[in-house]
């Protein structure tokens, strides 16, 4: 089966691509030679993973996924949230996005956050979303080289940044990863 990735993240397809069944070609936005920026309008995660998917089903009828993340910090009521990308401005920078969210919690003792994703897949014309939650807690300061985004900041495991864990581990245990898991049992019970 043709899954195409709707993302032009290469971290995301990085992570993803290794996670789906070998059975599933995958094929990603730069494959199909798709370059046009997906709008991501909504406030919530939810519709704009399901408007990339769509955006991407409309243009090639093909089996899809999308997925939209967010970082929903409790003593911030929920920021960045769906706003997680462009955080500190228009050009996404994932620096200056932990600058930010530090400055924020500056002095602040209640430092719950969690990460959400949602996938939205679209098969046969059917639309399915998966959710995926990782808890934890945000850093007094950034810790570890690996990943991306607010890895360096989001601890899930005491004194431990999600910087500081390899790939691997992060997909056992991650909001992406988990909801991953579900999109895959999902495509196997469907004998994709
Ligand atoms: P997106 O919707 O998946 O592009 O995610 C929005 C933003 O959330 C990204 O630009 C990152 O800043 C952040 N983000 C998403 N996933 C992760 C992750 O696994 N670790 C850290 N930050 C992430």
Redesign the pocket.
Known sequence: MKLILA?A?PN?VK?IQPLLPDEIEVHTLKDIAYSKEIS?DHDN?ED??LQKAMTIWEHTYTTCLS?????FINALDGE?GVY????AGEK?D?KK?IKKVLSNMKGEEERSAY?K?VFTLIIDGEIHQFTGILNGQILESPQGKN?????PI?SHAPGLS?AEIGLEE?DKI???GIALQKVVEFLRSRGK
């Open positions: 993302t993240n995301k992570e991501e995660i704009n993973s997925d939209d993340t967010g970082l960045p997680s990308a462009m955080y996404r994932d996005n990460f994703t990943g991306f985004g607010y890895d989001f999600l992060k991650s909001h992406r």
